[in-house]
């Protein structure tokens, strides 16, 4: 009788344990593990990053977890009040945040979170179910509340100021305005719209962020001030050369020229250890990962399935690409790390948070109403 009732109770809890989707899981783990051997040789010389990781990593799975047992009609109902709180809790970290390294990011609730992290999945959250409230009839009114849905929390981060969480968020409200239907024309219309008003941004950006395109530009004329991350950051991937130095044995990395060599920088320390051809793997698996998302975007069942998954996705794209590009001194130096593969515990969750709901979405797409 024992026994039949323990594989009853298996029955029922199995759904649960097997949500997880098999190519998306693998791709993760993949990046994982090729983080973790590079965060071990990155973090010679700092005890305990490697284990941090370890348990970072152990609640990212979690937090997957519970999100993929999620189902996207429970999405739909809870965008509204998440879109909300991470508004108000960025609003108390305008009146009350912790200031640290001259950013006001932080909230303290026993222990400091950084809400703009939350908004990165809140944002395409309130996008993707505003316009699946309005699918059929969308006006040029729609677009124009989906972009001031955007701007004010853009508007609360770029103040902190925190410019690489800002450019994240708009690029996933973006992707789902975007992919909502927004015309070329209005699109094209936009990138002059933006062109134009470059002068009047340039004004209004801090005088750091401004040092930080000029640093961009030509590195050398600040070299051991502004210019050294980008200085010692291509030195790095370029000394990698096809092959690399070999685990372990990066000089920049553990002489310490890499500055945050296990957060923002921990491409350079693969680059210089791993080299192109360890790039290339890296590329591919980045790669796999964002085709796995857009094909679970294009085979999601409804039109809010579609713009979440495509801006999760989106998400993971942009993380790759602007850290990729900021190592290698093609993008200005704004603070975004490398997924999967950056020591971290909020960026992590918030990773996990977005694979769980690519999860959810293939899981559930048969259970969804068209």
């Known amino acids: 009788m024992r026994i039949n009732e323990r594989r009853s ?16 899981t693998l791709i993760i783990l993949a990046l994982l593990t090729v983080g973790l051997v590079t965060l ?3 973090s010679i010389g700092i005890p305990g990053k490697v284990d941090d990781q370890l348990r970072n990593i152990a609640m990212c799975f979690f937090v997957m977890w519970v999100v993929a047992n999620i189902t996207p009609q429970m999405m739909m109902r809870i965008a509204v009040p998440a879109y909300v709180l991470a508004v108000a809790l960025l609003v108390a970290v305008a009146l009350f945040g912790t200031v640290k390294l001259g950013a006001r990011r932080w909230l303290h609730i026993g222990i400091d979170i950084q809400p703009s992290e939350f908004m990165k999945i809140a944002m395409p959250l309130m996008l993707a179910w505003f316009f699946q409230q309005r699918a059929g009839h969308l006006t040029w009114h729609s677009y124009l509340i989906a972009a001031v849905l955007l701007a004010i929390p853009v508007g609360l981060i770029a103040k902190q100021p925190d410019l690489g969480t800002a450019l994240l968020v708009i690029m996933a409200g973006f992707c789902v305005i975007f992919l909502a239907g927004l015309s070329w024309k209005a699109l094209a219309a936009l990138v002059v719209l933006i062109g134009a008003s470059l002068p009047v941004v340039w004004t209004m950006m801090h005088t750091y962020q401004r040092e930080r395109v000029m640093t961009l530009i030509d590195p050398s004329t600040d070299p051991l001030g502004k210019g050294f991350h980008i200085i010692q950051s291509t030195i790095a991937v370029g000394s990698g050369g096809i092959t690399g130095k070999g685990w372990t044995h990066g000089t920049q990395a553990h002489l310490e020229f890499i500055p945050e060599r296990t957060t923002d920088f921990i491409f350079a320390v693969f680059s210089e ?36 998954a495509g801006a999760v996705t989106m998400i993971y794209f942009t993380y790759a690409f602007v850290n990729m590009g900021m190592v290698s001194g093609i993008v200005p130096v704004v603070g975004v790390p490398l997924p999967f593969m950056s020591y971290g515990g909020t960026a992590l969750l918030t990773l996990g948070l977005g694979g769980g709901i690519l999860m959810s979405i293939q899981r559930h797409r048969k259970l969804v109403q068209t």
């Open 9 to 24: 109770l298996w029955r029922r809890m199995r759904p649960y344990f097997t949500v997880f989707d098999g190519p998306l």
């Open 273 to 308: 250890e791993f080299g192109l051809a360890g790039n290339l793997v890296l590329m591919l698996l980045y790669l796999l990962l964002i085709g796995r998302g857009l094909m679970i975007a294009a085979g999601a069942p409804n039109f809010f399935t579609r713009l979440l």
């Open 40 to 42: 071990y040789s990155a």
